[in-house]
């Protein structure tokens, strides 16, 4: 049988709350007999759910940061053993990898673990002592682990120049078809081309290049931009955009 137990920091509600996230579990479950995800609860409390082949084992928060995760993610050695887990998914290599990496080799079995975002790359700069001693913990659990999830080609080129080489697989994010059903037929722009990005308001995603360039566009054609997604740099760029009506910054859609 297959036994998947899937980590992640994040905090999630049980398993009678419709969210996206349980929408990717229910893709992921139906490629193996068992689905367990081991994660944070919203609550200090040990929270166990079941619907179908998934299984939700939630641990307890211990405040809203991810980084007490680092620590209680040590917890799944005992979930392995007593559900017999298979395969190990680590959707990160600190927050919950690390352990994941640590059991895999105790116990046997093989372990995938992802990589998101440009956070962990910033720590291979060796900037400061904290960041020396995080990239060696993340490189430790890059290079140890069976699989490396890469997102893209620059992904890639990141962990082969930083020495993860041998085990990466990239893998783009997933896309649901079935959102674009029927497909589209008609591909004309119409009177206006509306740019659309989704993402947090974060310095690496190069909002504030694209606000200055269709500052400069929308004075010769009729294009609007819409960021969604909000952060620590909405009111940066708030002022950047300067009431501009062709720009639409949206903080947050469900």
Known sequence: MMRILHISANQFPPLGVEHHTKKIWQELARDSDEYHV???SYGNRFERYREGNIFLHLIPALGKSERWFFISSLFLFFYIRRHRITHLLAQSPLSGGLAAVLASKLFGIPVMVEIHGDVFFKYFLKKSLSDRILAFLTKYSLKNATVVRSLSPEMTRL?????????VTEVPNRVDLQLFRPPKTVYEFGNTIKI?????FVRQKGYDLAIKAVQELSARYPVELYLIGGGELYEELDQQANGNPDIHLIRWMD
């Open 196 to 200: 659309v990005s989704v993402g947090r």
């Open 38 to 40: 081991f994660a944070r």
């Open 159 to 167: 962990l082969h120049a930083n020495g993860i080489k041998n085990n």
